[in-house]
């Protein structure tokens, strides 16, 4: 029962281009999401958040929109750059104590 | 500089064998956690500890087993009783009690022959 989907496994964006990676949940308990971004071989390092109180939050180029009812979320990178190219997982918790739960990724390659 | 360790990075294992992998943290974070990734599947909890001395199994728990005795580590073992241990496992902490923000390792890749 995959309660977080990233249904594209690969996207691949023009330079200068904006990114959006795409993420659906189906338990509407969920209340903080989180994007993390993954290079080969190395662990995941934090990007970006939004709790469910919020429709979106903008840090930098990259921007997290949240659809409550639409039970989902995309990230937005704009403009695009070379070392964007990673790995994108996203991931939801219930309630501060409540694990996270991961989407199986998203590969994001932008070419020159 | 704070972050985590671990080791090794790369591991070999014969079949039946169990093996070690170390986590260490500096950055003084209560709670650490311990991953697992497949190809073409999100990250699957095996264990957490949001305290010392104490730790609960998360979704894969089978066929592995924790430590906490010290804040600034949390090995994990994988035993001969994991049927598929080949994987890339995670070591994660933070600062908040449950699942905050995490803060992960380099990774691990156990590979058994």
């Known amino acids: 029962d995959q309660q977080v989907k990233q249904n594209s496994p690969s996207l691949s964006v023009q330079e200068g281009r904006i990114s959006i990676l795409n993420c659906d949940y189906t338990n509407s308990m969920f209340d903080y999401f989180l994007w993390y971004k993954k290079y080969p071989a190395e662990g995941p390092t934090f990007l970006i958040s939004?709790?469910?109180i919020k429709d979106k939050n903008e840090d930098g180029r990259f921007t997290v929109f949240l659809n409550k009812s639409a039970k989902h979320l995309s990230l937005h990178i704009v403009p695009s750059q070379p070392g964007d190219s990673a790995v994108y997982f996203c991931?939801?918790?219930?309630?501060?104590?409540?694990?996270?739960?991961w989407g199986a990724g998203t590969k994001l390659i932008i070419k020159p | 500089d704070g972050g985590i360790t671990q080791s090794p990075k790369y591991l070999f294992r014969k079949e039946g064998q169990n093996v070690t992998l170390s986590c260490e943290q500096n950055l003084n974070h209560d709670a650490m956690y311990w991953y697992r990734q497949d190809p073409g599947q999100g990250l699957r909890l095996i264990y957490y500890s949001q305290i010392v001395n104490d730790f609960q199994k998360g979704d894969i728990a089978e066929g592995y087993s924790v430590s906490r005795e010290k804040k600034e580590s949390f090995p994990l073992t994988v035993t001969s009783a994991q049927k598929n241990p080949t994987a890339f496992y995670l070591c994660?902490?933070?600062?908040?009690?449950?699942?905050?923000?995490?803060?992960f390792g380099e990774g691990s890749r156990l590979t058994v022959l």
């Open positions: 991931a939801a918790r219930r309630d501060s104590n409540y694990q996270l739960i």
């Open positions: 994660a902490s933070s600062i908040q009690g449950v699942a905050g923000e995490l803060f």
């Open positions: 939004i709790s469910s």
